[in-house]
Each structure stands twice: as C-alpha cells, then as structure tokens.
C-alpha cells in the first residue's frame, strides 16, 4: 500500500510539473504574439492599415500578424529566442535591418504608446 502512495504522489508531482510548464509555455506564446502584433503600427504605416489576425507563425519560436494594406494583404512575422527577446521583424518576407530593429524595440515597443496601439484592443 505504501509503495502504491508513493506512485500516485509521484504522478501527481509529474502531472502537476508538466501542467505548470504547459502554462508557462501558453504565456510565451501569448507574449510573443502580442509583441509582434503591437509591432504592427510602427512597421506598416500607409493608408487604410487594418489588423486580420494574429498567431503562431510558421516556424517554431515566431509569431505572424495577418493585415490588409489598401486592398492587399500582408503578413508581418517576428522571430523570437528561446523566450520573447524580438530578433527579427519581417514584411512579406523582408526583415527589418539591425538598426531599424532596434529602434522598433527601444523607441516603441518598450513604451506605453505600443500597448495603447495595440491593434487587437482597437
């Protein structure tokens, strides 16, 4: 009985471990997109800019931001570490140069005006 305890105490260690990791997980990746989608305003700045959607991107440890700019669409990808430090900003396939980025992360994102901007609370 007491070998049986300590197998359920174990799973439930394991159970409860994994359930913490997957919701930590959950928050990174909510942060990432949330980050890339507030990129959106500072990035794509024409007329008639309007948010689609927002998501995982294609590869593993990116973010996508969907949007229409005029009449056609576009796709914004961020690319991420291992946590949310922004590495890359892409349009359409074109990334932003390393100082551009830069100043993306430093002079906006890093601010209020990029929550307040957020297209997803418009």
Same mark, same amino acid.
């Given at each position: 009985?007491?070998?049986?305890?300590?197998?359920?105490?174990?799973?439930?260690?394991?159970?409860?471990?994994?359930?913490?990791?997957?919701?930590?997980?959950?928050?990174?990746?909510?942060?990432?997109?949330?980050?890339?989608?507030?990129?959106? $305003?500072?990035?794509?700045?024409?007329?008639?800019?309007?948010?689609?959607?927002?998501?995982?991107?294609?590869?593993p %440890?990116?973010?996508?931001?969907?949007?229409?700019e %005029?009449?056609?669409?576009?796709?914004?990808?961020?690319?991420?570490?291992?946590?949310?430090?922004?590495?890359?900003?892409?349009?359409?396939?074109?990334?932003?140069?390393? $100082?551009?980025?830069?100043?993306?992360?430093?002079?906006?994102l890093?601010? $209020?005006?990029?929550?307040?901007?957020? $297209?997803?609370?418009?």
């Amino acid at each position: 009985m007491k070998r049986l305890h300590r197998w359920i105490l174990a799973g439930g260690i394991v159970a409860g471990f994994l359930g913490g990791l997957a919701a930590c997980q959950d928050t990174m990746r909510r942060d990432r997109v949330a980050i890339c989608r507030r990129a959106l $305003p500072a990035v794509a700045t024409g007329a008639g800019v309007r948010f689609l959607g927002a998501g995982l991107g294609p590869a593993p %440890g990116t973010a996508r931001v969907d949007y229409n700019e %005029g009449t056609r669409q576009h796709r914004l990808t961020c690319r991420f570490d291992g946590a949310t430090k922004l590495l890359e900003v892409a349009t359409d396939g074109a990334a932003l140069s390393g $100082p551009a980025l830069y100043m993306l992360q430093r002079y906006y994102l890093d601010t $209020p005006d990029a929550a307040e901007g957020d $297209p997803a609370h418009r």
